[in-house]
């Protein structure tokens, strides 16, 4: 079965860009948009309605709530206490960074630092698959 | 009887003299010549009484009431002067023309008291004149007028004023209340020899008048009192010696006289002296009131002052933050389409979207190079104006220096080998001094001044020298490159921002806004960073100072 990659994203063209990348590397992609959407797919996760993905990659700037908020939902429950985030996003500030390590954010990834397909080399690395 | 004499005497030379005293007091004020004509008028009224116990002759009766009839028209004028009230002239002339009447009258006819057929101490006896009534009726008419004049201004005047009749009044009772005793009550009594003494008590009037009008410590009634008692008894104690019997009682009792003059003169010394000081005291007390009113109010101002620095530095702090969240926003914005620029092209590089031909690689890989230019550029922007707002406070540690530019070599070694240029660090055997820095900072200032020398060097190579010295470290940066113009190192850390013709120097030299970071970075930590070149061709070097303890830092 392929590896279930989410995306916590709002920008439409990462998006697109992220998803053509991740199918040429036989990655599962799902994508929220903002963090309303991302709460209600959590919920349906929780409750076995969804596959759990295999990682995450959150954004911190979201239309509505910002991506620490997600992170803290992700640890409080039971069923999706463990899975692997990476913070990847933009948005530098270094209390955010604080927050997200001490939410057990497995990278604080800087966008900009990396092409797609370094992305794509490091999660996979992360996922056990080279 | 006979005592009485000298008594009467005394009383007209007291009168006389406190005439003469309130006039020397001050010459030009018209009250003070008006009470001393009147203080004479009525010490020669007085007069006659003290001969008619020396020398009994019927004039002095005339000679008495003449004056007499002067006595209370003098009195009213400086009553009138002394409560400010308002006399018409011709009310003058009235009052003045009635009193000169009745002088006259007495002084030469008959017609007030005729036919004087004795006189003694205290009284005479003769017959009634025509106008014997009229007389008295003026007198006392005179007398009820002053003593409503002064009453109704006592009720109406205030402060010093009010004080000053009261005086005037309280000698006006003396010697009414004198006259009373010695001329009604004594008599009832059947004692008739105190009637003598009933024109010379009013002294009493003039000594209290004479106070009031020359001020002289009105407002102390210590001080009056006590030099009231002390001439009433200074006054006795003459009296008894002019009438003493025996020749050394006299003496004895001039002895008694002087002693007791001087021990009051210095008792009433010692109580103004006393009296000085205290107000003296209340001055200071009040100086110092004053002083410790006006700190006070200082402190107050400085405490507001305080408030508003306080205040001020929390809106700045609030301003602060607002713009530090409006650089990490931008941030975001302006990396998030850079990213997908770099994204896009490395993956049309990699053949994501299938092969590209040859042609179209070289214009893609110089789109690519010139967006990571870009995103440099960004980053490095941001990173100023994130230090230029002074958001981040810096971040202090110690900091083993010679490690740290250990690591900076180590990072730019491949960079030197590269270019084939030696890159050294000459540091002493002993460690340095630790510093404290922020060596997150410190390091990239340190590295983009390295990286710098390599950059503009093509032949030889770049040396890095630390040492300490005094409370500073020392750092050289020597490289062998190109080398700059005077003009060249004055644009190098200048903030270009501010003027266009410097950003274009600083651009020309193409040392890039790196060095302007390290600068703002060094002065951060209150050091310091300038360069040296002998010219074009010649190379440079980069000298930093750090202090090891910065006594404050802020960006």
Known sequence: ?130 | MEFLVPVILIAVLINLLLGFFVYIKNRSRKINLLFSISSIITAIWVFPNFMAGVWSIPFWVKFGYGFGALVPLSALLWVIELCERKITKEEIYLLSGLGIFFFIVSYTNDLIVANVKRVYLGGFEGEKGPFFVSYWIYIVGMLFFILYVLISSYLKAKGIKKLQISYVLVGAIFYIGTVVIVSFILPLMGIYKFIPLDSPSSLFLLFFTALAITRVHLFEIRVILTEALVSGIALILLVQVLIAPAFWLKIFGFLLLILFSIAGYLLVKSILKEIAMKTEIERAYEVEKRAREELEKIAIQERKLREKDEELVKELKKLDEAKNQFILITQHHLRTPLSIMKGYMSMLLDGTYGEINEKLKKPLLNFQKSTEDLIKLVNEFLDISQLQVGGEILNLKDVQIEDLLSEIVEELKPETTAKNLYLKLEKPTQPLPQIKADPKKLKAALFNIVDNGIKYTEKGGVTVKVRSMNSEIKIEVEDTGMGMTKEEIDALFSGFFKRSEEAKRAYATGRGIGLFLSDQIIKAHQGKVWAESEGKGKGSTFYIELPLQPSELRI
Do not use: H
């Open chain 1, 1 to 130: 079965m392929k590896k279930k990659i989410w995306l916590i994203e709002d920008e439409e063209m990462l998006i697109e860009m992220y998803t053509d990348v991740f199918k040429l590397a036989k990655l599962e992609i799902e994508t929220t948009r903002t963090g309303y959407e991302s709460l209600e797919k959590l919920k349906r996760i929780r409750e076995g309605k969804e596959r759990k993905p295999d990682l995450i990659l959150l954004d911190l700037l979201l239309p509505d709530i910002n991506g620490i908020q997600i992170l803290e939902e992700i640890r409080k429950y039971e069923e999706t206490r463990n899975l692997p985030v990476f913070i990847l996003s933009n948005y530098a500030a270094p209390e955010m960074k604080e927050m997200g390590i001490e939410l057990k954010a497995e990278k604080f990834l800087l966008r900009i630092d990396y092409t797609p397909s370094q992305l794509v080399k490091i999660i996979k690395e992360r996922l056990g698959e080279k």
